[in-house]
């Protein structure tokens, strides 16, 4: 049973398992605050609830639609690539390894989400799908990713391993350094959980999770 636990035998036989039951009773959980949270959407700015965004990359390079809470102004991602009005914050965007502290086209009710993590929750259904597990590596936008492997080419292996697996709803750099750090730290830290994955690795994640969830800590 040990040795099930740890490694490869444990992510071809029982992570899945623990993604399905886990996302089952998550949803279940979350269940109350998904309905107050979509509420409190509509009625604070115009538009659908879930965010619509590009496909994320998945496990070998695959692609899949990530579902999340609306936390920014409708079509957010095209306006921020296309609208010059927001020509000087991709730039910003760009340098600050994809991620914006002050980001103008978050909403009232988003800057609460997002610091909480509460538009991460509809990823359950990721989750339960088999597109993503509950412990894994960032999952990224296809642009995102070729961007920050020109500005750090020597991640490019780091990357490849990253991509070996499926990505997370939560994962080591979230409980560790979240937005806090840049794109070369982070794909460093998100190998390091794939050579390390193990059964009492991903428990203790998750454990660390809501304490991260309720502070906020490195939210954007």
Not at 40 to 67: C, H, N, Q, W
Not at 82 to 92: G, N, S, V, Y
Not at 139 to 164: G, M, R, W
């Amino acid at each position: 049973m040990a040795n099930i636990l740890e490694g490869t035998l444990y992510q071809k036989k029982l992570k899945r398992v623990i993604d399905v039951v886990g996302s089952i009773i998550l949803f279940v959980l979350f269940m109350p605050i998904s309905i107050l949270a979509a509420i409190m959407i509509k009625l604070d700015s115009k538009g659908v609830v879930f965010a619509d965004v590009p496909e994320r990359i998945g496990e070998k390079g695959t692609t899949f639609k990530m579902y999340k809470f609306r936390s920014m102004i409708t079509n957010a991602h095209f306006l921020l690539r296309t609208d010059p009005r927001f020509k000087e914050l991709l730039a910003e965007y760009k340098r600050g390894s994809y991620k914006l502290k002050n980001d103008p086209r978050v909403t009232r009710v988003g800057k609460f989400i997002r610091k909480h993590s509460i538009d991460e929750i509809p990823q359950i259904i990721n989750v339960f799908k088999g597109e993503m597990s509950l412990v894994g590596p960032r999952a990224y936008y296809p642009d995102e990713l070729d961007n920050q492997l020109k500005k750090y080419p020597h991640t490019k292996k780091l990357v490849k391993k990253v991509l070996s697996v499926k990505p997370g709803i939560t994962g080591l750099w979230q409980v560790t350094g979240r937005s806090e750090i840049n794109f070369d730290k982070r794909i460093a830290i998100d190998a390091k959980y794939v050579d390390k994955i193990s059964f009492w690795g991903d428990i203790k994640i998750i454990l660390k999770t809501p304490i991260v969830m309720l502070n906020g800590r490195g939210a954007v």
